[in-house]
């Protein structure tokens, strides 16, 4: 159980393009999701949490008119990359609870989507 | 700010021997703490979480222990195999922000 599934795995599009990345939990209802970027040996960095219905909530230095997510269900969040540039090629992993919030329970990932902007 | 900080940055163990990643956090509110593999090209599996309750957990050959006193936590890997070769990640709960902190990251290599 506990299983979540990204799409696509990997993308490659030209700069100033638009790019959307979709995430599913297949087998439970995700309260709240996650998305997260990481950079090549580095460690996973959160940039906005969302919960069914209502608007993501941004990190700091995160700008959410590039980064647009959408949580319409309770199986599916999206995030858009608005108008890529090179500098936003990276690895984007989302993740999934069952809880509103972090604080007690667990979150299973994505397998990643690798994002190639050229 | 709060952080979980994660030590070593790499380890390297022969085939069979045990291997301990450390991680210390900040926030003394953090109740829950993951630990999470993840493999080259792919997203971080959960392997084994302990909550602020309990000291200590085992599952098979992976334990980890919780000092909540000393803020630290341990995972602890016994008769290492090859398959265990991968990036490890410890995180703990930021109560006040409500999201977890990732620490940096341990890359474990097992030597045949």
């Known amino acids: 159980g506990a299983v979540v599934s990204q799409h696509p795995s990997r993308v490659i599009c030209k700069s100033g393009t638009s790019v959307k990345i979709e995430c599913r939990s297949l087998?439970?209802?995700?309260?709240?999701m996650f998305w997260y970027r990481q950079f090549p040996k580095k460690s996973l960095m959160l940039m906005a949490t969302?919960?069914?219905?209502?608007?993501?909530?941004?990190e700091q230095g995160v700008e959410k008119d590039k980064f647009l997510i959408n949580h319409a269900s309770l199986t599916l969040s999206t995030l858009t990359v608005t108008s890529a540039h090179p500098e936003d090629s990276s690895f984007y992993i989302c993740?999934?609870?069952?809880?509103?919030?972090?604080?007690?329970?667990?979150?299973?990932f994505g397998p990643g989507t690798r994002l190639t902007v050229l | 700010g709060e952080n979980v900080e994660q030590h070593p940055s790499t380890l390297s163990v022969q085939e069979g021997d045990s291997a301990v990643i450390k991680c210390t956090y900040s926030d003394s509110a953090s109740n829950y703490f993951p630990w999470y593999k993840q493999e080259l090209g792919k997203g971080p599996q959960l392997i084994i979480d302990?909550?602020?309750?309990?000291g200590e957990k085992k599952d098979q050959r992976i334990a980890v222990t919780l000092n909540k006193t000393a803020k630290h936590f341990s995972l602890h890997i016994t008769e290492t195999q090859p398959e265990d070769s991968a990036v490890y990640f410890c995180?703990?709960?930021?109560?006040?922000?409500?999201?977890?902190?990732f620490g940096s990251g341990t890359r474990l290599s097992i030597r045949p």
């Open positions: 302990i909550r602020s309750n309990v």
């Open positions: 993740s999934a609870s069952t809880l509103a919030g972090a604080l007690s329970d667990t979150q299973y």
């Open positions: 995180a703990a709960t930021l109560v006040s922000a409500s999201k977890i902190i």
């Open positions: 969302s919960n069914e219905g209502s608007k993501a909530t941004y």
């Open positions: 087998d439970f209802q995700a309260t709240t």
